[in-house]
Nanobody, 117 residues
Framework: VQLVESGGGSVQAGGSLRLSCATS????????MGWFRQAPGKERQGVAA????????YYPDSTKGRFTISLDNAEHTLYLQMTDLKPEDTAMYYC????????????WGQGTQVTVS
């Protein structure tokens, strides 16, 4: 299984970015897929999640209304559209996947840096 993020970069406050996570090797079973971020000196934080079986999505209050997670099943790619970015969104962003029902996320990408100034 491989997860490869792309799309990070530097943007001014109020701007937008779209992150991509290309996946390969995932079995055809329901997965929870999510985006996480970690800033230096801070704990890892979940910013969005979706479930391949139901299509349900979840956002914490910090990103609700600004971030949108989506999955292109044909392209095996997970996206995170981020709008109205704030300096506090600056972090390394990771995508992750795990079979539904698993206690923790099993598969992780290498991360892509997002910097908001």
């Amino acid at each position: 299984v491989q997860l490869v993020e792309s799309g990070g970069g530097s943007v001014q406050a109020g701007g937008s970015l779209r992150l991509s996570c290309a996946t390969s090797g995932l079995s055809p079973i329901p997965y929870a897929m999510g985006w996480f971020r970690q800033a230096p000196g801070k704990e890892r934080q979940g910013v969005a999640a979706t479930y391949t079986g139901s299509g349900h999505t979840y956002y914490p209050d910090s990103t609700k209304g600004r971030f949108t997670i989506s999955l292109d099943n044909a392209e095996h790619t997970l996206y995170l559209q981020m709008t109205d970015l704030k300096p506090e969104d600056t972090a390394m962003y990771y995508c992750a996947a795990t079979p539904c029902g698993a206690a923790d996320y099993k598969y992780w990408g290498q991360g892509t840096q997002v910097t908001v100034s």
